[in-house]
């Protein structure tokens, strides 16, 4: 994966290392370019710069099995940088000095 050049500005949802988390991991580096994750053994840390969006339809494709958003996300989400907003679609994650992003449907 092809990270950001600095992790200073980056967008940074951490996820446990289950496999729901490697799946929304999986995900968000399908739906977005730049991504960066280090694997801090019981969470992945995910760097994307700017904005990073999420769909529960892919997570739901990596994972191979039904997803609820925001719930299970919020589960396997124990903290993030930024701002988020989450629907039962899908979750976008932004830096406070963009404007909100719109949210995957």
Same mark, same amino acid.
């Given at each position: 994966?092809?990270?950001?050049?600095? =992790? &200073?500005?980056?967008?940074?949802?951490?996820?446990?290392?289950?496999a729901? #988390?490697?799946?929304i991991? +999986?995900?968000? $580096?399908?739906?977005?370019?730049?991504?960066?994750?280090?694997?801090?053994?019981?969470?992945?840390?995910?760097?994307?710069?700017?904005?990073?969006?999420?769909?529960? =339809? &892919?997570?739901?494709?990596?994972?191979?099995?039904?997803?609820?958003?925001? #719930?299970?996300?919020?589960l +396997?989400?124990? $903290?993030?940088?930024?701002?988020?907003?989450?629907?039962?679609?899908?979750?976008?994650?932004?830096?406070?000095?963009?404007?909100?992003?719109?949210?995957?449907?």
């Amino acid at each position: 994966m092809t990270g950001p050049r600095s =992790a &200073e500005g980056a967008i940074r949802p951490v996820l446990q290392a289950t496999a729901l #988390g490697r799946a929304i991991v +999986a995900a968000i $580096s399908m739906e977005n370019e730049r991504t960066d994750v280090r694997d801090e053994g019981a969470y992945l840390r995910v760097l994307v710069p700017d904005v990073c969006r999420v769909s529960r =339809a &892919e997570v739901e494709r990596q994972h191979g099995q039904p997803v609820s958003f925001p #719930g299970d996300l919020e589960l +396997a989400m124990p $903290s993030f940088s930024g701002l988020v907003r989450m629907t039962e679609n899908g979750a976008a994650w932004w830096r406070s000095s963009h404007p909100e992003p719109e949210v995957p449907s």
